[in-house]
């Protein structure tokens, strides 16, 4: 299920509120599997900044997680580079990293508009 061309739309804060989960980690491994199958990536958390329902174990940081690719070609993620991640579950709560995922490069300055996001309210549903 991928895109004619993948890019991702909106900034962090136009985004956070409609995303299941925010996280920032690094990425351990990346396997994109036969074709018709969903890849995977293996991310090492640095910070959690909204679960939504996602399964993370306490302490977030340092947790490793495994999210699931349902398109091969993006988001492009590289082994040992840090990145936002913002994501949504899937029906069996899985995390899912769709074509359309906001996925940036990890900056230390995000830390900071993460946090002061997390301590806002999302308005309605997403």
């Not at 909204?50 to 988001?75: D, E, I, N």
């Not at 579950?89 to 990293?97: K, V």
């Amino acid at each position: 299920p991928c895109p004619q061309r993948c890019r991702r739309a909106g900034t962090l804060q136009s985004n956070f509120c409609s995303s299941d989960f925010v996280l920032t980690g690094t990425v351990k491994s990346v396997s994109r599997g036969p074709p018709q199958e969903p890849g995977w990536a293996v991310v090492s958390v640095l910070g959690l900044y909204k679960s939504g329902g996602l399964v993370v174990p306490q302490p977030a940081k340092g947790a490793t997680l495994r999210l699931q690719l349902p398109c091969r070609l993006c988001p492009a993620l590289k082994k040992g580079s840090s990145y936002v991640l913002m994501g949504r579950l899937g029906e069996d709560g899985e995390a899912l990293l769709p074509p359309d995922a906001f996925v940036v490069p990890y900056r230390p300055q995000q830390q900071q508009v993460l946090g002061n996001l997390s301590k806002r309210p999302c308005r309605g549903t997403p």
